[in-house]
């Protein structure tokens, strides 16, 4: 996940840069079929954007280096050219980042979204549960994330249409030995470290905040990678949704 910054922010690349690098659009992916992915959304700021995911119908869950001053959230698009009537905007109410985010670890990079209104379901547009459990991705399980991120280290724009990428677990212990992040910064238990060993995989800029989605069960948020997206030692890291993070999730979003 390269330099994971916002989408398109590069003080965001920092964080973003996802992975705790700087990359986040998908690497190696594919363009998904039209509003097959109703739960992802798009958060745009005046300088740069990042990715999300509709948790309920007034709420979205994104990364919290993805918070900016001004901002929109797009619903029920596929197409950054081509707005049909499916796509529904709105003005963002709150921000709030989990409590002990540290943009330097990458620790806690979680944060929700409130919007100004209810989004309207339906075929477009539609909640992605949250998991039941905190299960831990075992390595070798196939993920799978999606964005608007750029699709190329070259090409600094971001793709015109919805792609997603399959990209495998890779253990802690290899993802913090002197071969990939080599402790800077260390891969937590709070964190998925997922990419391919080969590279030529990842999510990179524009992709923070997505979801990380295993056996089609969402397990975390894009976070950050290293600078230059698809490396085979600088996999994408993801904040993995823990019975810690959920638990603050369902208290903030209660019933509003």
Same mark, same amino acid.
């Given at each position: 996940?390269?330099?994971?910054?916002?989408?398109?922010?590069?003080?965001?690349?920092?964080?973003?840069?996802?992975?705790?690098?700087?990359?986040?659009?998908?690497?190696?992916?594919?363009?998904?079929?039209?509003?097959?992915?109703?739960?992802?959304?798009?958060?745009?700021?005046?300088?740069?954007?990042?990715?999300?995911?509709?948790?309920?119908?007034?709420?979205?869950?994104?990364?919290?280096?993805?918070?900016m001053?001004?901002?929109?959230?797009?619903?029920?698009?596929?197409?950054?050219?081509?707005?049909?009537?499916?796509?529904?905007?709105?003005?963002? =109410? $709150?921000? +709030? @980042?989990? *409590?002990?985010?540290? /943009?330097?670890? %990458?620790?806690?990079? &979680?944060?929700?979204v409130?919007?100004?209104?209810?989004?309207?379901?339906?075929?477009? =547009? $539609?909640l +992605? @549960?949250? *998991?039941t459990?905190? /299960?831990?991705? %075992?390595?070798?399980? &196939?993920?799978?994330?999606?964005?608007?991120?750029?699709?190329?280290?070259?090409l600094?724009?971001?793709?015109?249409?919805?792609?997603?990428?399959?990209?495998t677990?890779i253990?802690?212990?290899?993802?913090?030995?002197?071969?990939?992040?080599?402790?800077?910064?260390?891969?937590?238990?709070?964190?998925?470290?997922?990419?391919?060993?080969?590279?030529?995989?990842?999510?990179?800029?524009?992709?923070?905040?997505g979801?990380?989605?295993?056996?089609?069960?969402?397990r975390?948020?894009?976070?950050?990678?290293?600078?230059?997206?698809?490396?085979?030692?600088?996999?994408g890291?993801?904040?993995?949704?823990?019975?810690?993070?959920?638990?603050?999730i369902r208290?903030t979003?209660?019933g509003?």
């Open positions: 996940m390269g330099a994971f910054l916002p989408l398109y922010s590069f003080a965001a690349v920092i964080l973003l840069v996802i992975h705790g690098g700087l990359c986040v659009d998908i690497i190696g992916g594919r363009e998904v079929a039209p509003h097959s992915r109703p739960f992802m959304a798009q958060i745009w700021g005046s300088n740069f954007s990042c990715g999300g995911a509709l948790i309920k119908q007034n709420w979205v869950l994104t990364a919290a280096h993805c918070q001053k001004k901002g929109k959230v797009v619903l029920g698009a596929h197409s950054l050219k081509k707005h049909g009537e499916q796509i529904q905007t709105f003005r963002i =109410v $709150k921000q +709030i @980042p989990y *409590p002990c985010y540290n /943009d330097k670890s %990458k620790e806690n990079d &979680i944060m929700l409130q919007l100004d209104k209810r989004a309207t379901l339906n075929a477009a =547009v $539609k +992605i @549960p949250l *998991p459990s905190d /299960d831990d991705p %075992k390595p070798g399980t &196939i993920c799978t994330v999606a964005g608007w991120g750029q699709t190329s280290n070259r600094k724009k971001p793709s015109p249409t919805l792609r997603e990428v399959n990209i677990v253990s802690r212990q290899v993802c913090n030995d002197k071969r990939h992040y080599n402790g800077k910064p260390v891969i937590t238990e709070n964190m998925i470290c997922a990419g391919d060993k080969k590279g030529k995989k990842d999510s990179c800029l524009g992709d923070s905040g979801p990380l989605r295993c056996n089609n069960v969402m975390g948020v894009t976070s950050f990678g290293k600078s230059e997206c698809g490396r085979a030692d600088g996999p890291v993801y904040t993995r949704l823990t019975k810690q993070y959920l638990q603050w208290t979003i209660g509003a």
